[in-house]
């Protein structure tokens, strides 16, 4: 098989596979809200995720009091040096968001995620 042949092939193959994700519920999703103990957060509302941590020197997986989730309505304030209007969860309900959120995300990209041959 020559070089434009195996160039066809792929490029066929990778047409075939677009248009088969194209056909499937692309984007849907089954929860598009948290609801926790404390907090109800819009998935698509987020931004990202920070760990609060207990001290600045012992920075390790484990180590901290829960996380902050900065939303599209979450601003940098200079004079304070940190996020004001985020959301902080406890560690207990961080733990459960960041399993829904890593759900929600899955379930948003999967779609888009092209298989490499």
Not at 32 to 47: R, Y
Request: with cysteine.
């Amino acid at each position: 098989m020559n070089e434009l042949e195996k160039t066809v092939e792929t490029l066929t193959n990778a047409i075939e596979r677009l248009e088969k994700l194209r056909s499937n519920n692309v984007g849907q999703v089954t929860e598009s809200i948290f609801s926790g103990k404390t907090t109800i957060i819009p998935m698509a509302d987020v931004q990202h995720i920070e760990r609060h941590w207990y001290g600045k020197e012992e920075r390790t997986r484990d180590n901290y009091k829960g996380i902050i989730v900065v939303t599209k309505h979450t601003t940098w304030s200079k004079e304070m040096d940190t996020w004001q209007n985020n959301i902080f969860l406890s560690r207990e309900e961080g733990d459960l968001f960041l399993n829904a959120w890593c759900t929600y995300r899955h379930e948003l990209e999967k779609h888009t995620l092209v298989e490499m041959p």
